[in-house]
C-alpha cells in the first residue's frame, strides 16, 4: 500500500511539474522575462511607431481599406479624411514655408505636393513627439507589450492595402485597354500608359497578380502565418516600387511606405529566417506574440482577426465588382462601342484630303465607353472627350477634357452596322463626318491570343 502510494506521488508530482514547464514555455502561451532595450533602440522604436501611426492614420489609401471601400472611391476617401483630421492647413503652411508653393484643394493621394508636405509635416511630428515621449517614459525598459498590439495594428494596416489593390486588379479594374490605346503610337505613350496598356492587355496576367496581393493579406490577418503574410507582401512590395520607380507611377511615396511596413513585421524574424535559409542548424523558436495571457482570449482574438480580415476582403471584393460592373470595363457596351476611321470629313462644304499636315482635319473617332470619345487628329495625337450618346435622339454631345469650354453636338445618321455619318458645328464650321468601324480583331494585341506551339518568324 505504501509502495502505490509513493508511486501515485511522485507520478502527480512529476505531472505537475511538467504541466509548469509547459506553461512556463514559449509554447505554452507564458511570457517569459522581457530583456531590457538599449537605449538607442527605445528612441528609434518611439520614433517609428510615432511616425508609422501618423502615416496611416492620415494615408487615405489606408482609411479607405479599412473601410471596406472600393478604389472607386479614393477621392471622396480623401476628401472625408482630409476633413475628418483636419490636415490641408498644416499640409498647406508646411508647403509654402518649406516647399514654397500654395496647395490647392484637391489630393489625390498620389505623388503630388499634398504627399510631400504631407511627409514634412510627419517627420517633423515624430522628431518633436519623440523627445517628450522619451522624457516621459525614461523609466521604461522594454515595449514587448505595446509592440504586440503596434503589430497588429501594422497587418491590419498593410492587409488592407494588400486586398484593396489586390482586389483591383483581381476584378480586373486597375489596369484597362481601351479602343483608343490601339491606335495611340506607342512613342506618344507615358511611360505609366505604356505599363497599363501591357498589364491590361492581360486578364488572366493582371488577375494573378491580384490573386498574389490577395494570398499576402491573408496571410497577414492569421496571427500564425503573419510572418509569412509579411514575407509575400514585402515580394509583391519591392515588385511594384520597383515598377512604380522605372515607369514613373506616381505612387512611388506609399509603396514605399508598404515595402517599410513589411519590412518593419518581418524585422524581429529576419534572424530566424536568415538561419533557416542561410545555414543548416535547427530554427530557433519564434517569441510569443500572443495578445493575451488567456489560451482562450488569445482563440477569440484570433478568430476576430481573421473575421475582421475577410470582411475587409469580401467588402473590397464587392466594391470594386459593382464598380466594375456599373462604370468599368464590366459594363454593357455602347452600340457605337470602337474605332472609327474618318473617311470623309467635309468642312463648310470643303472636301479635306487625308494628309498629315491638316491640322483641322480628323483621323478617327474612338468611342471607349458610353461617356468616353477620343478624337484623334491627322498626326495621331488623342484628344479625350467627356461624351453623352444618345442612341434615341441619334446625337453626340463631346467635351474636351483639357479645354471645357470645347463642347460640340454632332446628329448621326447609322447607314449600316459599320457606317456613320457625323453632322454638326465645331471649330467655326460645319461639320460633316463619314465614318467607317474597324473591325478590332485586325488588331493582333488583341486577336492573337495563346499559342503553345508557335513559328518563330511572328517573334516581333
Known amino acids: 500500500m505504501k509502495v502505490r502510494a509513493g508511486k501515485w506521488l511522485r507520478t502527480a508530482v512529476s505531472s505537475s511539474a511538467n504541466r509548469a514547464a509547459r506553461r512556463m514555455s514559449p509554447a505554452g502561451g507564458a511570457r517569459s522575462a522581457p530583456s531590457s532595450w538599449p537605449g538607442a533602440a527605445r528612441t528609434a522604436y518611439r520614433f517609428g511607431v510615432v511616425y508609422a501611426g501618423l502615416y496611416c492614420l492620415t494615408s487615405p489609401q489606408v482609411y479607405l481599406a479599412l473601410r471596406g471601400g472600393g478604389m472607386g472611391r479614393l477621392q471622396e476617401a480623401a476628401d472625408a479624411w482630409a476633413k475628418l483630421w483636419e490636415i490641408r492647413p498644416v499640409r498647406n503652411w508646411m508647403s509654402a514655408q518649406v516647399l514654397g508653393r500654395e496647395l490647392g484643394d484637391r489630393f489625390d493621394g498620389g505623388d503630388d505636393p499634398h504627399t510631400w508636405a504631407g511627409q514634412l509635416c510627419w517627420l517633423a511630428g515624430a522628431a518633436a513627439v519623440t523627445p517628450v515621449w522619451s522624457v516621459l517614459d525614461r523609466h521604461r525598459t522594454d515595449y514587448a507589450t505595446l509592440d504586440r498590439w503596434v503589430r497588429l495594428a501594422v497587418r491590419f494596416c498593410l ?33 505609366m500608359g505604356l505599363l497599363w496598356a501591357q498589364t491590361g492587355s492581360s486578364k488572366p496576367y493582371q488577375i494573378l497578380l491580384g490573386c498574389a496581393e490577395i494570398v499576402g ?32 507611377v506616381p505612387v512611388k511615396n506609399h509603396s514605399f511606405h508598404l515595402l517599410l511596413l513589411s519590412l518593419l513585421l518581418l524585422g524581429p524574424q529576419s534572424p530566424r529566417l536568415a538561419e533557416a535559409l542561410l545555414s543548416a542548424r535547427p530554427v530557433s523558436a519564434a517569441a510569443p506574440t500572443e495578445l493575451f495571457r488567456s489560451r482562450r482570449a488569445n482563440r477569440i482574438a484570433t ?40 473617311t470623309g470629313f467635309i468642312a463648310d462644304g470643303e472636301q479635306h484630303a487625308p494628309v498629315t499636315t491638316d491640322d483641322r482635319r480628323w483621323r478617327r473617332v474612338v468611342v471607349d465607353s458610353a461617356d468616353g470619345v477620343a478624337i484623334q487628329q491627322m498626326d495621331d495625337s488623342l ?53 467607317r468601324r474597324r473591325d478590332l480583331s485586325t488588331f493582333p494585341l488583341v486577336s492573337r491570343g495563346f499559342h503553345w506551339v508557335q513559328d518563330n518568324s511572328y517573334l516581333r
Open 159 to 191: 492587409a488592407g492595402q494588400m486586398f484593396s489593390y489586390g482586389a483591383a486588379k483581381a476584378v480586373p479594374l486597375q489596369f484597362q485597354l481601351p479602343p483608343s490605346k490601339l491606335v495611340e503610337p506607342l512613342g506618344d505613350l507615358s511611360p
Open 383 to 435: 484628344v479625350p472627350c467627356r461624351a453623352t450618346i444618345d442612341m434615341n435622339a441619334r446625337s453626340i454631345a463631346l467635351t474636351r477634357m483639357m479645354d471645357p469650354k470645347w463642347q460640340v453636338t454632332f446628329a448621326f445618321e447609322r447607314l449600316a452596322e459599320d457606317r456613320l455619318i457625323l453632322e454638326g458645328d465645331a471649330d467655326g464650321c460645319r461639320l460633316r463626318l463619314h465614318l
Open 217 to 248: 493579406g491573408i496571410l497577414l490577418v492569421v496571427p500564425r502565418t503573419a510572418t509569412l503574410g509579411a514575407v509575400v507582401s514585402a515580394a509583391e512590395m519591392a515588385q511594384v516600387l520597383l515598377l512604380n520607380m522605372t515607369f514613373d
Open 303 to 342: 478568430a476576430l482577426q481573421v473575421g475582421a480580415g475577410f470582411w475587409l476582403l469580401g467588402a473590397q471584393l464587392r466594391n470594386d465588382w459593382s464598380f466594375w460592373r456599373n462604370h468599368a470595363g464590366g459594363r454593357e457596351k455602347p452600340e457605337l462601342y470602337g474605332i472609327w476611321d474618318v
